[in-house]
T-cell receptor, first 111, second 112 residues
């Protein structure tokens, strides 16, 4: 079945460091891909998405490109802030079904 | 516009007790979902609904029942709670074809 694998954390960075969180997927067809973020004590929020190959999703300085050839959707940010500390989930969705999530990656940014 | 709300926020149950979690959305979304979140497991789908009066099983449906009598509400029931159902439960909704899901704040359930 479809699945999402993302790098295990926690990821610990200093403020202004470069961030990469790896995400790869296994799916039939052409799923939409998402990154969700969960801040402490809150529900998940959509961070960015891409619906077809080579699409780049971006939001709040975060970017991810839908790479069909490598089945990847890695999350990047050029300069992280303390406020970016959260849990990040990669997910895929086939049309008409629910999301399939990775296990989440905890990011901790210190000043 | 409240988005997705969940009731209650916290609950402690004894093994064998029953309870119902309520999810409500005011965005006129067709699809609604119940997930559980456990450490190191990510979110796993329990049940979902593609419209009023419909429900379907997700990845981990055992021990749970759901109902969608009104479009805006999606109820999750635990008939006989077990310690393995200790988790954080999230409700979500979406409006096809966008499929972006909007999440509620979660319900933390402890079964002793």
């Amino acid at each position: 079945g479809d699945s999402v694998t993302q790098m295990e954390g926690p990821v610990t960075l200093s403020e202004e460091a470069f961030l990469t969180i790896n995400c790869t997927y296994t799916a039939t067809g052409y799923p939409s891909l998402f990154w969700y973020v969960q801040y402490p004590g809150e529900g998940l929020q959509l961070l960015l998405k891409a619906t077809k190959a080579d699409d780049k999703g971006s939001n709040k300085g975060f970017e991810a490109t839908y790479r069909k050839e490598t089945t990847s959707f890695h999350l990047e940010k050029g300069s992280v802030q303390v406020s970016d500390s959260a849990v990040y989930f990669c997910a895929l969705e086939q049309a008409g079904t629910a999301l399939i999530f990775g296990k989440g990656t905890t990011l901790s940014v210190s000043s | 516009n409240a988005g997705v709300t969940q009731t209650p926020k916290f609950r402690v149950l004894k093994t064998g007790q029953s309870m119902t979690l309520l999810c409500a959305q005011d965005m006129n979304h067709e699809y609604m979902y119940w997930y559980r979140q456990d450490p190191g497991m990510g979110l796993r789908l329990i049940h979902y609904s593609v419209g009023e009066g419909t429900t379907a099983k997700g990845e981990v449906p055992d021990g749970y029942n759901v109902s969608r009598l009104k479009k805006q509400n999606f109820l999750l029931g635990l008939e006989s709670a077990a310690p393995s159902q200790t988790s954080v439960y999230f409700c979500a909704s979406s409006l096809p074809p966008n499929y972006e899901q909007y999440f509620g704040p979660g319900t933390r359930l402890t079964v002793t």
